[in-house]
């Protein structure tokens, strides 16, 4: 069975700080790991994605992420936020043994970015 | 390149009525998925398709029904409306399963009442 847990329901951040939304997942294999974002009343827009490879992993608007298989983690990372980084945040997981399997999605985060 | 299309963007339904989610993709993928978004619930499987005319049930599918006449065209349908149906309804497509990205539509904002 695969699980995903992010264990902040929010988090607030002043502007120009770095903003870090944390992910951990469970997997019988080894995992595909996605963020997603969602901005009020609008789909999911992927962010970034691990497959193999480099353990950190840049994507859009400044964000990466870095894969840490010991610790089971995919935290998401943003040096320096902005006020418009204030959306939802979902990490999501499939085992990469069991390619049949669905995409697993976290609860969410909430990022609140203020002036 | 329009990506993936949700039409309507908001219903209400009475108790008991059915209606039809439409979904729609420009990229040519062959898997389209469905899911469903409640607060504080992340996102749920609905039922989810390898291609046209093969479909499958995903972690939540009873009150619902899909089918996939086209690989542009995955339509949801809802019969016998229900309150605990009441959610946003996300569609979304990928080229393949592993490790592909899944692209998703707007939403649907559904209210049954």
């Known amino acids: ?115 | 390149n329009a990506g993936v299309t949700q039409t309507p963007k908001f219903r209400i339904l009475k108790i008991g009525q059915s209606m039809t989610l439409q979904c729609t993709q420009d990229m040519n993928h062959n898997y389209m998925y469905w899911y469903r978004q409640d607060p504080g619930m992340g996102l749920k499987l609905i039922y989810y398709s390898v291609g046209a005319g093969i479909t499958d049930k995903g972690e939540v599918p009873n009150g619902y029904n899909v089918s996939r006449s086209t690989t542009e065209d995955f339509p949801l349908r809802l019969e016998l409306a229900a309150p605990s149906q009441t959610s946003v309804y996300f569609c979304a497509s990928s080229a393949g399963l592993a490790g592909e990205t899944q692209y998703f539509g707007p939403g649907t904002r559904l209210l049954v009442l």
């Open chain 1, 1 to 115: 069975a695969q699980s995903v847990a992010q264990p902040e329901d929010q988090v607030n951040v002043a502007e120009g700080n770095p903003l870090t939304v944390k992910c951990t997942y469970s997997v019988s294999g080894n995992p595909y790991l996605f963020w997603y974002v969602q901005y009020p009343n609008r789909g999911l827009q992927f962010l970034l994605k691990y497959i193999t490879g480099d353990n950190l992993v840049k994507g859009s608007y400044g964000f990466e992420a870095e894969f840490n298989k010991s610790q089971t983690s995919f935290h998401l990372k943003k040096p320096s936020a902005l006020v418009s980084d204030s959306a939802l945040y979902f990490c999501a997981v499939r085992d990469m043994d069991n390619s049949w399997g669905k995409l697993q999605f976290g609860a969410g985060t909430q990022v609140v970015v203020t002036p």
